[in-house]
């Protein structure tokens, strides 16, 4: 994806990325508006090949058994011809339309209609109203969070109508997989066209809208004139890809981000595992040990989402993501089909693991979600506190710094150098590779396939850790250099 990294020198370029035409002094942060032709061309591609690779990866499966070469191969030989594997694709259909459809409304109903209970019986839950986020403009939102019960409500009413009152099979997912991902393109390529339409033409909040154009000035109606004009980033494409709004809602309460960050892929992931579970019982008689790991450590990690929803309003996706296609898409498309790749590959391949292979997997998937969960935890304790708490027993170690919002209000905060957060500046991050390389661990050393998941999070996570780190350098100036300095390495101490 393409980097929305800052300098703290303004006439600085950093190759490959988005660059800032304003001064990036100490304490202001803000959006990229001038986008190089690297970026530019990354955010083209993608836009016009991410859903063939998906496409590519489920199709890899359904017609050569997950192999990601045998197509290629294929081709090159003249065995196949695209039109032949596209002739055996399924199409679209009525009743996966009907599903999906059904799905996506069932979903928009527990999130608007149904505000949370579970934080009233659920000890140690966090659910209800709850505030986000400061943005650049100075804005906090409020948020419904309900999305554990609407997780819970869901699951339910899938062991009823599926295994009690049997009104549909638990294999109808994996059954309608291809046509279902046509129409989560057509959802996916949807709300981003709907959110570029909105964001020009009627935005939920024109100060974050102009805050976000990297204009700082008091003046922020002017500058929103300017955004109306078409000026955001001076690159439709990019717009398109990484979102002009920084909170689109309709309404009072239906928030693009938290929506569709939270509800439709996250929830459909585990239903979808349980799918495939469901699957390999009907082909083998059984459910291999690998598809029960693979099915028990994500749903660690889904609900861990879920328990701690309040605490997500505070991560980078809602906190400073726009929301564009980058979001739309990758929720609607990319998460519930890319991510459940393992459980895909395991109905094609019924992997029984030796049980000392499937403890050390199952050991190394709860390490890594410690550490994952523990070091957010330390952070969201941290700032909570406002660092009177006790990390590993002690008093935490704190670097006092300060910021600016774009109304020139100054701030200050506090960076967290004990427990993880001085181990590496990213800790988190390791502890999330270390729980997905489990799930790909999980189906053997059999095919690529089902290890497309680590590598990709690897990718999107050091991406992810080196723009935060611009991002974070720009606002706090020389706050962060002394982080740096305390806390030298990113991911793994010694190594990066
Ligand atoms: P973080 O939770 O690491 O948040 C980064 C922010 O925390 C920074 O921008 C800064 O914000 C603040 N911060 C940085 N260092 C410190 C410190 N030492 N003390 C206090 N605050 C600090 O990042 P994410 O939001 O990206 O990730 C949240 C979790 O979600 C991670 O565990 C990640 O692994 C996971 N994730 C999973 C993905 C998936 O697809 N499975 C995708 C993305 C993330 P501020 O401006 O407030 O100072």
Redesign the pocket.
């Known amino acids: 994806m393409a980097a929305k990294s800052q300098s703290n020198d303004p006439k600085t370029k950093s190759p490959g990325s988005v660059t800032f035409s304003k001064a990036a002094t100490q304490g202001q942060?803000g959006r990229a508006w001038e986008v190089d032709w690297f970026s530019l061309a990354s955010v083209i591609f993608l836009l016009l090949f991410a859903p063939f690779i998906v496409y590519y990866f489920i199709m890899a499966c359904d017609q050569y058994s997950c192999s990601l070469t045998a197509p290629l191969a294929d081709i090159a030989t003249g065995r196949a011809r695209l039109s032949d594997i596209w002739a055996k694709t399924p199409p679209v259909t009525t009743k996966a339309a009907q599903i999906y459809v059904a799905w996506v409304t069932f979903q928009v109903l527990l999130y608007m209609l149904l505000p949370d209970i579970c934080h009233k019986f659920l000890p140690g839950y966090v659910g209800g109203v709850q505030e986000g986020?400061m943005t650049p403009a100075g804005i906090v939102h409020k948020y419904e969070i309900n999305g554990l019960q609407a997780w819970l409500i869901t699951h339910l009413l899938w062991f009823v109508n599926s295994y009690l009152l049997a009104c549909f099979s638990p294999t109808v997912i994996f059954d309608n997989w291809i046509p279902l991902l046509w129409c989560a393109n057509i959802l996916g390529y949807a709300v981003s066209t709907f959110a570029m339409i909105k964001g020009y033409f009627f935005p939920t909040d024109a100060r974050d809208w102009y805050v976000l154009s990297g204009r700082s000035s008091p003046r922020w109606r002017v500058g929103a004139f300017f955004c109306y004009l078409g000026k955001f980033t001076g690159s439709f494409f990019y717009n398109y890809m990484m979102g002009i709004e920084f909170n689109p809602r309709i309404g009072k309460w239906f928030d693009f981000k938290l929506f569709f960050n939270g509800r439709p892929g996250i929830i459909a992931w585990t239903l979808i595992n349980l799918s495939f579970a469901a699957k390999q019982r009907e082909l083998y008689g059984h459910v291999t040990n690998s598809m029960v790991l693979v099915n028990v450590l994500q749903a660690i990690?889904v609900l861990d989402f879920f328990w701690n929803e309040t605490w997500?309003l505070?991560?980078?996706?809602?906190?400073?993501d726009h929301f564009g296609w980058y979001l739309g898409w990758g929720d609607c498309v990319w998460?519930p089909y890319l991510?459940t790749l393992q459980g895909l590959y395991l109905v094609y391949h019924p992997v029984q693991l030796p049980t000392r292979y499937s403890l050390g997997v199952l050991l190394l998937g709860l390490l890594g979600y410690y550490i994952?969960?523990m070091?957010?935890h330390q952070?969201d304790l941290?700032?909570r506190t406002d660092g009177r708490c006790l990390i590993w027993g002690r008093k935490p170690k704190v670097?006092e710094?300060s910021?600016t919002s774009a109304d020139e209000q100054k701030h200050r905060?506090?960076?967290?150098?004990s427990g993880f957060?001085?181990v590496a500046?990213?800790f988190?991050?390791t502890?999330?590779?270390m729980g997905?390389l489990a799930y790909c661990l999980a189906c053997g050393g059999g095919h690529l396939l089902p290890y497309f998941y680590i590598i990709y999070?690897a990718i999107?996570?050091t991406h992810?850790?080196l723009r935060?780190?611009h991002?974070?350098a720009n606002?706090?100036g020389r706050d962060w250099e002394r982080?740096t300095a305390a806390?030298p390495y990113r991911l793994l101490p010694g190594i990066f």
């Open positions: 942060w986020a990690y997500y505070k991560t980078i996706d809602i906190c400073h998460l991510y994952f969960r070091a957010n952070k941290f700032r670097i710094c910021f905060s506090k960076l967290l150098v957060w001085g500046r990213h988190n991050y502890g999330d590779l997905s999070m999107l996570l992810r850790c935060d780190e991002r974070c606002k706090y982080y806390v």
